[in-house]
């Protein structure tokens, strides 16, 4: 898994909270402008439904590099409209349900399409090997305009240039290149190899980011060349000239504390921490949560850098907020081609007690719900502190271990003596943490 499907957004802003924006994907802010397709018999004739819609296929084939087929993609295809995306479905052709078929083919049908025409949009992922090309992503196909009259083969075929990163953190690193009009196709690059090479969707690109994938997938540095103009690049052919990168001029992007510490309520304020962005550079934050893509951004109020060093954004969960596992990412806004986009995990939860305040002698029970199985751990401690900041929670005592179910969990009556600040370790998702600590007070 490369990246979590996420939606439900939760819009972070620089020290407020915004309402909830619209759909999109990934963090695509483009023009919808047309791409590169190609012509082919009809294969499912559209035709217009009673409410006004109308139906169609799409149809195409997944090529490589060297124009021959891709056995076993997955595709997916989808649409936007006025800054939404909804996704449509994965393919399903009906003698290989789980990707292309050994000629590359891939069908959907029937298949409707955003309102504005000109807004659709394939996802291809190769699977490949590693190192390799291992996701192209087109938009701006215009389905609905394209099969109305004649319909259309969508050929997804690579184009390559060779890459360079000096100073990478690993002999392993993944690029994306691409024109935020068109598109951009993702590739785990190889840097010990004699010429390293990245997958281009044509017809071309103007940006090119590698960035590193950690244990936790989550990526927290990336490094960018964005060009002025566009490099054109056909199906089947490399770029003329290389494109050289130098991680020292990496950009980072993570939240504060230690990984345990990501974790917390609903209303929840968190930092993301800003190293070495130039001056004059523009962030903004999104938080995504679930099964399909969702996206919005505080378009007017992102933060400016001030220079190299170390900054921090303070950013909020939305106090309405459900629990589960967040992906909070960081965007370049300053340049409307840029296709940087950092990322870093929050798991929201909950965790509260019967009763904040109680007298001597009585109990309380305290209860919660994490994104996670397993068992919850509750920690207790006499003097106020903020979460733990190991899994050993040194400095607290355990209190109690209890069964998470169906996402809950509730303790046995607790009898605190004196005033107690409380906290739960859980296994969650991709790592664990604790929730938000609470404090019962005893008169």
Not at 22 to 41: E, K, N
Not at 278 to 294: D, L, M
Request: aromatic residues 10%.
């Amino acid at each position: 898994m490369r990246r979590l499907a996420m939606c439900g957004l939760i819009v972070l802003a620089v020290g407020l909270v915004l309402a909830p924006g619209a759909l999109a994907s990934t963090g695509v802010r483009h023009a919808a402008l047309g791409s590169r397709h190609a012509a082919a018999p009809a294969r499912t004739a559209a035709r217009a439904l009673g409410d006004g819609v109308t139906t169609y296929s799409i149809t195409g084939n997944v090529l490589d590099y060297g124009g021959n087929p891709v056995a076993g993609a997955e595709v997916d295809w989808g649409w936007w409209d006025n800054g939404a995306y909804t996704l449509g479905n994965s393919n399903v052709t009906p003698s290989t349900p789980d990707g292309t078929d050994n000629t590359g083919f891939f069908q959907f049908n029937p298949v409707t399409t955003a309102p504005t025409p000109g807004n659709d949009d394939l996802d291809v992922f190769y699977n490949p090997t590693s190192p390799g090309l291992w996701e192209m992503r087109s938009w701006s196909l215009n389905f609905s305009t394209n099969n109305d009259s004649t319909s259309y083969r969508y050929e997804m075929q690579p184009g390559e240039v060779n890459v360079s990163v000096a100073h990478a953190p690993s002999p392993a690193i993944e690029v994306k290149a691409g024109l935020m009009s068109v598109g951009y196709a993702n590739s785990d690059v190889d840097l010990t190899a004699a010429t390293p090479v990245a997958g281009v969707l044509p017809p071309g690109f103007d940006d090119v980011v590698a960035y590193y994938v950690g244990p936790l997938q989550n990526c927290t540095a990336q490094t960018e060349s964005l060009g002025t103009s566009q490099v054109s690049v056909a199906a089947g052919t490399t770029a003329a000239d290389p494109v050289n990168l130098d991680w020292n001029n990496a950009q980072y992007a993570y939240l504060a504390g230690a990984t345990c510490q990501h974790s917390g309520g609903p209303g929840t304020k968190v930092k993301m921490v800003l190293k070495d962005w130039p001056a004059t550079r523009q962030a903004e934050f999104v938080a995504y949560y679930g099964a399909n893509s969702s996206y919005s951004y505080n378009g007017s109020d992102p933060m400016t850098s001030s220079g190299l060093g170390v900054q921090t954004a303070s950013l909020k969960i939305r106090p309405t907020a459900p629990v589960g596992m967040y992906e909070i990412d960081t965007y370049r806004v300053d340049a409307s081609d840029s296709f940087v986009q950092l990322w870093d995990y929050f798991q929201v939860c909950t965790f509260k007690s019967s009763a904040s305040v109680i007298h001597h002698g009585r109990a309380v029970r305290l209860s919660g719900k994490v994104p996670g199985t397993g068992k919850v751990i509750i920690y207790a401690r006499t003097k106020a502190a903020g979460q733990p900041s190991t899994t050993a929670a040194k400095g607290w005592a355990k209190a109690g271990t209890y069964t998470i179910r169906s996402g809950k969990f509730v303790t046995g009556l607790l009898h605190p003596k004196r005033s107690t600040w409380y906290v739960a370790r859980y296994r969650g998702y991709d790592f664990t943490a604790f929730t938000s600590v609470i404090k019962v007070r005893v008169h």
